[in-house]
């Protein structure tokens, strides 16, 4: 941490922030510019420190030279993050896989038909909402308990790992006991209690960028994940909130190739919220995968007309098939070909 | 809702369209224009129509004709909604209230000292966390049930109402006992299920904007609150983020100034959170109360430089004092007079 | 200066960077922290160093500890400018001023009649669009020449300094021969060929600050104009552009409070673009008032229904002068009246 | 357009809007709806009609059913617009272009070293900075007319097309004659009357996206050019402003895919200004040819550590190569193969 003074701060005034970081078993280290005076902060420093020097009479700005997430980092650890799924499914280990499934479960004829789809497609994991955050309390807002069973009886069925949402610190225990990862959605990536409860559970957890989160922010929200001793995150950008409305979200790419620079988690990207239109999915799944993404997430509806949650976002079935070919064709080309099917279990 | 068709769509989409529609029980109006049709949508539309019509083959665009939100809208309710709270204090009849306290509730004395002070300077109502969301793992947390007591404790002997954050499902009991406002943060005003049990306990709940929530969103938010029979809604416009680091956030009064006109529903400043930086907190407390704000909430340390929590921002006690002569004398000029101080309970 | 290594980064990297850093004639001073070494630049530092020493190997980033603007600090020039205008009126002394008039000038009589009725009112500056940047080459877009003569005589026939824009290179002359303020539009804010002739004129200037522009960047911008000897900037916020939809911009006082703070340049604020909205638009100027603003700047039409541009955000001429009658109770109540009426000349 | 009438408005209200109406030589049709009345305006509008009927009283807002554009809209032209240039290279046939160069043109030697390398590793066409748009008046601005000769000479003798920025109106004839496209920066994308005369040489301009134009503000500005009988057109994204702080910009895909399917334009993508950050450059170049983007732009510099402009976002030409071998492994493998190799002049 480096505290800048102001250039018409006084020798008493630079003695008083010294004073202070001391009294915190600190070292402060003074270096005189031209114009004005910087001290270094040498030692462990804590995120609160920042706030409490950048308030003392004299201090013009304090910059923070660490940064502040730590088990997310790559400088903390090496290599590369691998999740481990049922079915032989792993996440993170430079082989691209593809969720897929309808955005909510409306019935068990509906999950089932899109199951054997997106499996018959190449699909490794099945995805599906059970309880479903809904701007309007007007809204559908999903099958609940019903739903959950349904889905893991068709990952069951069609042998595909399962993914949901959780959305309540109460429903903590049914969906962790029904689903293979818990996804932890964009409107909860700071419900830091809920953070925290899917990291007890040990399941993995996919945790999805906040509308208007920094990437900072999200590698926070992973190390309160982290930090309960589950090592099992995976993080999933969905677009971003810009001024831009000709799109429903701003897929940010950039943010992925970053994060997968900075940190050793593997990366979903979602063209499905990202964009909010279902003929944009197929190009930015595909410059998702050339980004360096260890995975997709695809809504998919048998009939997305008549779809009860996000149809205008969901691919029909045969235009699923289509970016599954041009995803495998682009794999290879760069040399990260689609992870292997699922295996049936032993 | 209207259905605008594309320029080169057919006669039989647009049966299609006027198929679906009619097949919920509504009424589809084609109107010619000069390059394309637009179908009007007749009776009472359920906001998932709009995703449902937009994917049809033929379609374009789906425009919106009424507003979302319903018992938030002054549209529905003549008149504005005042809050009743203890020893007097009202929000939302025209006279504006000053809510003060630390962020964070750090001891006994911090407590005391402060709610002290702002009384004394004219304050109406106490705020202080107990529960703070903080966006690393590794900041101070508060103090939990501890700083509720207290805080419970200090309104008691200050004669003040009190504000505390809700953070979680699990504590909306322990928190509906000690407080006599809920308040949901930024963080939170998207966790539905959350505003569904704040709406159920009847108490009053002050509902903050969420960091990057659209004015629509927000109404949405609190219509979450209302559905559950809950009147007693106060907003609390807390800065929106932008491209601007300069400041924390971007304390947005254009907002104030809309939601008066929308909606019955108070709406309070926090030009703490709004700015980030204390000598900022004067001059935008008073240009909130300018644009018409029911309400303040300020962010009081007795020793800001020591602060655990969001220091940056906090005024010291004399700080807050001025403020307070400024706020009363430019509400007696615009006709809007700071509130009434608390009475004595009976 | 100061240049954060990587954790990994070796001790040839480090010489390396010191290297370069002398190769400028500057001096590098190590601080080896706890987990990394960081280099502090010492000497004038320029600002495209950041660039080049932040690509260099084993380098984290580089983070700058001095504002790059400077005749526009506080740093630099203690005092308040203040921009001396005809008719005896000043912008910066503490007094506020109020700039108003139609946005485009339509014709002879729509501008005496609206000059008229603002000179009644209390205004102090008559603005009047004859150059008008449109997003569209389909709207209607000033009537040029024209429209600058008619603006002159009525500045003259009412005793007001006038205010337009400058759109182009290749009008400066004549801008500047018929204008006593040269207004540079938002969409123009870096359009640096622009601000450089501006400058030379040695008239005085307005900067209206862009619609995404930090405000570091805005401040850079005045430099521009400032550099060319040209001491008579005046910076205008009218609003920045952000997610939210529901208002046309976002207003952002927080900038101009800040602004006052890091510099002398007075700051004025225009809530007709700033909101969009005729009805927002008296709450937001008085509230631009409470911050501190040295002037407002004003959109009055006699007949907004039927303007060629802007209506929606015009006043009328009775909405005006409600406006300066709260405009000025308020600048009372906070001790800054409002200017005194321009006097007649001699 | 769509009057949109408000649920309180009255009979008087609904009659003067279609009035108004008609006095524009249009028809208004009117809907009754459960709630509310809303009235369509059918015959040819004009872009201000908007804001003349949004000021009305009665009025709740106005809807717009055509898209402001024209000449720049798929539905108003078939096929894509291919641009032609020298020594056999297009932009628009489906097979993308690589334009690659030193951000500023420093020396004679630094620009023909660039352009042996960029040449050899495949690059189609040459790119260079003679004038440089800097947020700064302190830092490096090109070296203007003798740079333009610099970059006309390397085109020549490596026989490749060159692009530069046209910074002002004053230079449209020199950079006209020396270069083969000339390229609008985003700070200039409002910028209408460079626009125009930028339209007016009839040579082929690049507009590059404002950190901040939506995508339709942004095919508005195309049609500046358009309508001044110019049909060549290219666009550029190159990254926009949005909250996120650790990349420069954010690339904007979802922009690419959205306006290839709203523009028959070519699209160019500007992965060096767009990520800001030179390791990011090769895996958001990959994205955006996979998201089917026409062209790419790319910084190169022989020594990026030790370049006059945005050196930290540049290649060296070792990254270049490899680069263009990936571009072109990908290309094939999606079925838009690179360009060929430009041809040597006849």
């Known amino acids: 941490m480096i505290v800048v003074m102001r250039i018409d701060s006084s020798e008493e005034q630079g003695a008083a922030v010294i004073e202070r970081i001391e009294s915190f078993g600190l070292r402060?280290?003074?270096?005189?510019?031209e114009q004005r005076k910087v001290i270094a902060v040498l030692g462990q420093v804590f995120p609160d420190l920042r706030d409490e020097l950048a308030t003392m009479v004299g201090v013009d700005q304090v910059l923070r030279v660490s940064r502040p997430y730590k088990l997310a980092s790559r400088e903390v650890r090496e290599g590369d993050t691998v999740v481990d799924l049922p079915y032989g499914v792993s996440i993170g280990n430079g082989r691209p896989v593809v969720m897929a499934g309808p955005c909510a479960i409306e019935s068990e004829e509906q999950l089932r038909e899109t199951a054997a789809q997106v499996k018959q497609a190449g699909a490794h994991i099945l995805r599906g909402g059970a309880f479903k955050p809904r701007t309007s309390p007007y809204s559908f807002h999903g099958l609940g308990l019903e739903a959950l069973e349904m889905l893991q009886r068709a990952?069951?069925?069609?042998?595909?790992?399962?993914?949901?949402?959780?959305?309540?610190?109460?429903?903590?225990?049914?969906?962790?006991?029904?689903?293979?990862?818990?996804?932890?959605?964009?409107?909860?990536?700071?419900?830091?209690?809920?953070l925290s409860e899917a990291g007890k559970t040990g399941k993995p957890v996919m945790l999805k960028r906040g509308l208007s989160a920094t990437i900072e922010e999200w590698l926070l929200s992973a190390e309160y994940i982290l930090t309960q001793g589950n090592r099992d995150v995976i993080l999933c950008e969905r677009g971003v909130r810009t001024f831009e409305t000709a799109t429903r979200n701003t897929l940010d790419l950039n943010a992925v190739a970053l994060v997968k620079r900075l940190s050793h988690l593997p990366v979903v990207v979602d063209p499905s919220h990202g964009t909010g239109h279902w003929y944009l999915v197929r190009p930015m799944a595909t410059a998702g995968l050339a980004v360096g993404a260890d995975g997709l997430m695809i809504e998919v509806h048998p009939d997305p007309d008549r779809?009860?949650?996000?149809?205008?976002?969901?691919?029909?079935?045969?235009?699923?098939?289509?970016?599954?070919?041009?995803?495998?064709?682009?794999?290879?080309?760069?040399?990260?070909?689609?992870a292997e099917r699922p295996r049936a279990a032993a």
């Open 28 to 33: 402060g280290e003074v270096i005189h510019g």
């Open 155 to 194: 990952g069951s069925e069609y042998q595909l790992p399962v993914i949901t949402e959780l959305l309540s610190e109460r429903d903590v225990d049914v969906v962790t006991e029904h689903s293979d990862v818990l996804q932890i959605g964009a409107r909860n990536m700071q419900n830091f209690v809920l």
């Open 307 to 338: 779809a009860l949650s996000d149809g205008a976002q969901s691919l029909t079935p045969e235009h699923f098939d289509e970016l599954m070919q041009e995803a495998s064709a682009l794999g290879r080309a760069i040399g990260r070909p689609l």
